[in-house]
């Protein structure tokens, strides 16, 4: 016991150096990512802001109690759920899809372009792109007379008022705004691709397509896997600004996220400890929804899981 | 004299001597001066006018030079439930904020009371005449932390204006009809539908719109608010109150609010309906006001007045609107107009962060003279109003057309301060009613022809007479919407939560085929009952009973 005790101080004292090193950022971590974990205390205290951090009443479970019985609180973690798996799937169908189609375009110039162009929308705020789309779906906006003049429907539909249209406009919008900017890395990976392998494949006869299906494909797999590792960390994280500024009464039931939840009945209504608890909740399935995509990613063979 | 300056004198032994005395004698003066010794006050403003002045603003200029007051605003836009929310977490309070009952649940303001006695006359005497004033401006721990911005009455009222509830027509509708005297809600839509059929376009060739509702974030309340004034009741905070008993019932699911959505829905089958009210925001829906589309809203003038104004700019008099004291039955007595009382827990409340609450409430006390406060509520004499020989105040023409123009008036005009400032209101001891506008010569020529027009082809000189020549007096509880449920409460929760109910399910109520509606109703009943907005009826209740004790059942 001490001899193995022994041996791990002198292993240290040996690694000195690299542990000096590593010494700031453990600081760094524990201080700005353990410390202010001890804030969830707040979720189980009946918060008041003027009584201080130590003059709190303490109400145990109380509010995990309120949220759970709380038919909205399921609502809400539905949607931000459902919004979350369809920005996921759409978000990387269509941008895995778009690098590969942009690799098969040979004119550099138009290749530039289209990916300038689809990628311009990201540095856009949130803000505005509500606004636009608003206004493309408003009554008499562009999505309505087209559908008009094409006969699909007879009179203006508020598309906004559509409780289960939202989450699909709120997916469709987050790809149009992102599209062009996750391109980026897939078609970074694609391009590391050893091009001798292109070569082997025409060699031996394959088309376009099977180019893409054996070679382009297998070789950007542990981007996209670390990318959906990566994604799915945040899966609750459907987003707050898109449902907050599309959201209104009529699509409540379908619109309200998790953040919107914790903001009006949280900070809205002072009630910060239940906006904790939320918190809490959310992180607690997070991480769960994190190991799980951890274990999915080995079965797929990825021998590196984070 | 900065501490570096004296340390370097003092080497000077007899030079430092000398400056002791004088340090003495500054400390001496010191409070002599420290009346007017310069201080730049920090504001949060949340609700009502949020535009920033300009910095040359000749108002601001005036209070900086005469009282030493310099502002910093930080002017909430949208929402401000969120952003109050997170100042309170931070507490990082500015000196003063605007009133909120959220904010004195979080004992973000301090106790004025005591500073009033000591260091403000002026203030004391106008909150104090009438003594059931200064007993409503107590918090429940009777404390006074807002100093009300509006409705303490010297001198007689003297409003001319009507800035309340009301069913307002567009004037052009009421013009094509000849000016009809109407009482009935079935009256009302009728003569909209009428218009809409004869111009279903503006002049600029909008389309016009029947009836639109304000569904917007806090501004919802005209959705759920018009069932107790077409019923006959004042509005007594999303209830009734039975004016015998004094029990009140929360309104959301009651059969005069079932009367009011059947209409709401039969008119929507007829095509009158803004069927985008319910995804609007409050710009498109101001929008839409000011490009004169809307003939008919169920609203309060200021919620909605600044889409009024560009229009009379333009002399469109007849595409703004005007108040109806419109009722379900023409056997009800309409009860929109109310008299004027306090407005209770909206104004200017110092914060427990002000660095020096006496200078602020001394800053307070200064404004509330008659002289400065006729330059706050009327501008500078020659630049922005003459006397008349009677010492009555009027308007040249330019001065009057620079009023309505909103450039000018950021430059020219204390509104952010003056909407929340404790001020004067109904006469000056001169005589003269403390709105300009209210002045017979002013009233008179502000009133466009047509408007004069209107008001002596319906027998009265204002737009408050219209609504109710004289109201009745004030039940002892009125008005139930001050009653607002402290943070973290079930009845705060209970309320949320049926606003929330309402706004979703009213829409479908609303939009459904008609046979449907007694279907939908029937959801949103049951969607309500699920909500505990009991707990909420019995914490208004209580409030009520509360005030009947305090006050009697009458005033």
Redesign the interface.
């Known amino acids: 016991m001490s001899r193995a005790k022994k041996s791990i101080w002198s292993k240290a004292a040996g690694q000195k150096q690299l542990i000096m090193m590593a010494l700031p950022i453990i600081l760094y971590v524990v201080l700005f990512t353990y410390v202010p974990l001890w804030g969830w205390s707040i979720a189980f205290q ?1 918060f ?3 009584k201080g951090l130590f003059g709190q009443e303490w109400v145990g479970f109380k509010w995990f109690s309120m949220l759970f019985s709380d ?2 609180f399921f609502q809400v973690m539905r949607n931000t759920l459902a919004m979350s798996i369809i920005n996921l799937v759409l978000g990387f169908t269509t941008s895995i899809g778009l690098a590969l189609l942009l690799n098969e375009v040979r004119t550099i110039f138009l290749k530039r372009f289209v990916q300038t162009v689809s990628y311009l929308p990201h540095f856009l705020s949130m803000v505005i792109v509500a606004g636009l789309v608003q206004n493309m779906l ?2 008499d906006g562009v999505f309505n007379l087209i559908l008009l003049k094409a006969g699909f429907i007879n009179e203006p539909v ?1 598309w ?2 559509k409780p289960e249209a939202f989450w699909w406009i709120a997916g469709f919008t987050n790809v149009w705004k992102e599209l062009g900017w996750t391109t980026i890395i897939y078609l970074a990976a694609i391009s590391s691709i050893d091009p001798h392998l292109y070569e082997a494949a025409d060699i031996d006869g394959c088309g376009r397509f099977q180019k893409m299906r054996h070679i382009t494909l297998p070789s950007i797999k542990p981007t996209i896997v670390i990318l959906l590792i990566i994604s799915i960390g945040y899966i609750l994280e459907s987003g707050f600004e898109i449902q907050y500024l599309l959201g ?3 699509n ?2 379908y619109s309200q996220s998790i953040d919107i939840y914790v ?11 239940l906006a904790t608890a939320a918190g809490i909740f959310k992180s607690v399935v997070s991480v769960t929804l994190l190991f799980g995509a951890n274990m999915i990613a080995k079965k797929f063979g990825e021998d590196k899981p984070l | 004299m900065t501490m570096k300056q004296m340390e370097v004198h003092m080497k000077n032994a007899r030079l430092g001597r000398v400056l002791t005395v004088i340090a003495i004698a500054m400390v001496l003066v010191g409070p002599a001066i420290a009346q007017n010794n310069p201080i730049t006050i920090t504001a949060y403003v949340s609700g009502g006018s949020s535009v920033q002045p300009a910095d040359d603003n000749k108002i601001y200029k005036l209070i900086q030079d005469k009282l030493g007051v310099t502002f910093k605003w930080d002017i909430v836009v949208g929402n401000s439930t969120q952003k109050t929310g997170v100042l309170i977490a931070s507490q990082d309070y500015p000196d003063i904020m605007s009133g909120d009952t959220r904010l004195i649940d979080a004992e973000a303001y301090i106790p004025l009371e005591d500073l009033i006695q000591k260091y403000a006359p002026n203030l004391k005497k106008h909150y104090s005449d009438d003594p059931s004033v200064w007993e409503k401006m107590k918090a429940k721990d009777g404390h006074i932390y807002i100093l009300p911005n509006f409705g303490v009455i010297h001198n007689g009222p003297s409003d001319t204006a009507y800035w309340g509830a009301a069913m307002w027509i567009q004037k052009a509708v009421m013009k094509e009809a000849g000016y009809p005297k109407i009482k009935t809600i079935d009256e009302y839509f009728k003569l909209i539908a009428d218009y809409k059929a004869k111009h279903p376009t503006t002049e600029d060739g909008k389309p016009t719109i029947g009836f639109s509702i304000l569904t917007y974030d806090w501004h919802a309340f005209t959705l759920i608010n018009p069932p107790q004034f077409l019923a006959g009741y004042p509005n007594d905070g999303n209830g009734v109150v039975d004016p015998k008993t004094g029990k009140y019932s929360v309104h959301l699911g009651l059969d005069i609010a079932k009367r009011w959505y059947k209409l709401l829905n039969a008119i929507n089958a007829k095509g009158l309906l803004d069927r985008d009210s319910f995804i609007d925001n409050y710009d498109q829906y101001l929008s839409k006001l000011a490009n004169g589309q809307i003939l008919g809203v169920h609203d309060q003038l200021w919620q909605f007045n600044d889409s009024q104004t560009p229009l009379q700019a333009q002399k469109k008099i007849l595409q703004t609107m005007m108040p109806l004291p419109i009722v379900f039955d023409s056997s009800i007595v309409p009860h929109y107009r109310d008299r004027p009382l306090p407005n209770i827990n909206n104004g200017w409340g110092i914060s427990v962060k002000a660095k020096d609450p006496v200078r602020i409430i001394k800053f307070f006390d200064a404004q509330m003279t008659e002289e400065w406060q006729k330059t706050l509520a009327w501008g500078i004499k020659g630049e922005d109003y003459l006397l008349d020989p009677k010492g009555q105040p009027y308007r040249t023409p330019e001065m009057r057309k620079a009023q309505l123009d909103p450039n000018w008036a950021q430059k020219n005009q204390a509104a952010i301060w003056n909407a929340n400032a404790p001020k004067l209101e109904g006469h000056f001891s001169d005589g003269s009613a403390t709105g300009i506008a209210n002045n017979s010569i002013e009233y008179q020529s502000t009133l466009d022809p047509t408007d004069q027009a209107i008001l002596k082809t319906y027998g009265v000189a204002s737009w408050s007479e219209l609504m109710d020549k004289s109201p009745p007096p004030n039940p002892s509880w009125y008005p139930g919407w001050q009653l607002t449920p402290p943070d973290g409460s079930p009845a705060q929760f209970a309320w949320k939560k049926a606003n929330d109910t309402a706004q979703k399910f009213l829409p479908k109520v609303i939009l459904a085929k008609p046979k449907d509606f007694d279907k939908r109703w029937k959801e949103y009943l049951d969607a309500l009952a699920k909500t505990n907005v009991q707990a909420y009826q019995d914490f208004m209740q209580s409030g009520i009973d509360e005030r009947i004790a305090k006050f009697g059942k009458k005033k």
Do not use: F, I, T
């Open positions: 009946n008041k802001p003027q038919d909205a408003a009554s508020q906004l008022g209104n009464g009529m409540q039931e903001v009006n009945y949280g900070l809205g209504l002072n009630n910060y400890s």
